[in-house]
């Protein structure tokens, strides 16, 4: 997590999603997702913490169900 991803891994354990909100995310591996679209600061939450909406919702449903 955070802006620099996964740290000192072989690349064939990464797996990059950074175009999309399809979510695909795949097994046994280190999905990255570029969330600069949705991850935002808002009136009422900073950046850091606004994970509570939709997207996010289902990047993690996606995720469990992978």
Do not use: C
Not at 11 to 18: G, N, R, V, W
Request: charged fraction near 25%; avoid cysteine.
């Amino acid at each position: 997590m955070g802006a620099n991803g996964p740290q000192k891994l072989a690349k064939d354990a990464i797996e990059p999603d950074e175009t999309t909100q399809a979510f695909t995310p795949k097994r046994r591996k280190v999905n990255t997702f570029l969330a600069d679209e949705y991850i935002v600061k808002t009136p009422d939450v900073d950046a850091h913490n606004n994970v509570a909406n939709s997207v996010v919702g289902r990047l993690l449903a996606t995720t469990i169900m992978a």
